[in-house]
């Protein structure tokens, strides 16, 4: 069974730091791209970063670029979500969610981990 | 960026009735625009890929089709399950983008 658990979520002032983990189980995690994918409370889904299944591309929101940089560990099954300089606006829930073969679609998410950016 | 609009806001229909969903997109996606389904305090749930393809498990009637600018998520006979919020959401260029969501709302 496919797994996908986030962590790190947290209240973080303006102008703070932030460190998101996702834990998988149950797939090969290495064979598949992966993916940060956000929803502040009351509105719609926003992408956020995809990695591609070795690391070497990565993908950004022109919302986080240069603020927010996403890694992986193959060796521990782990996706990160290392986000600087936040926001108010970036309030939200941060969901992991895993691409299915191929393609940039999200076929299993994770629950989520709520990050409040707040003084 | 690939503005993808999706029609209606909200729709008002009853249980074993025909849903029907747009999405359209800025520009051409192709055929690469998925669809999921979003219920209060859980995550999405992919329903369909590449336009008319179902996700594994998803129920037969739960059916996409379109290709270019135009698609469709159509539900053929609405479950009490069904009523939720659906997302398009598009993969043909970076960044990936998402219609704002049609709320399927029991009538």
């Known amino acids: 069974e496919v797994q996908l658990l986030e962590s790190g979520g947290d209240l973080v002032q303006p102008g703070g730091s932030l460190r998101l983990s996702c834990a998988a189980s149950?797939?090969?995690?290495?064979?598949?791209?992966m993916n940060w994918v956000r929803q502040a409370p009351g509105k719609g889904l926003e992408w956020v970063s995809t990695i591609s299944t070795g690391g070497g591309s990565t993908y950004y929101a022109d919302s986080v670029k240069g603020r927010f940089t996403i890694s992986r560990d193959n060796s521990k099954n782990t996706l990160s979500l290392q986000m600087n300089s936040l926001r108010a606006e970036d309030t939200a829930v941060y969901f992991c969610a895993k691409s299915i073969a191929g393609a940039t679609n999200f076929d299993f998410w994770g629950q989520g981990t709520l990050v409040t950016v707040s003084s | 960026e690939i503005v993808l609009t999706q029609s209606p806001a909200t729709l008002s229909l009853s249980p074993g009735e025909r849903a029907t969903l747009s999405c359209r997109a800025s520009?051409?996606?192709?055929?690469?625009l998925a669809w999921y389904q979003q219920k209060p305090g859980q995550a999405p749930r992919l329903l369909i890929y590449?336009?008319?393809n179902r996700a594994t498990g998803i129920p037969a009637r739960f059916s996409g089709s379109g290709s270019g600018t135009d698609f469709t998520l159509t539900i053929s006979s609405l479950e009490p399950e069904d009523f939720a919020v659906y997302y398009c959401?598009?993969?043909?260029?970076?960044?990936?983008?998402f219609g704002q969501g049609t709320r399927l709302e029991i009538k």
């Open positions: 520009q051409s996606v192709r055929s690469s």
């Open positions: 149950g797939f090969t995690f290495s064979s598949n791209g």
């Open positions: 959401q598009q993969r043909s260029n970076w960044p990936i983008t």
């Open positions: 590449d336009a008319s």
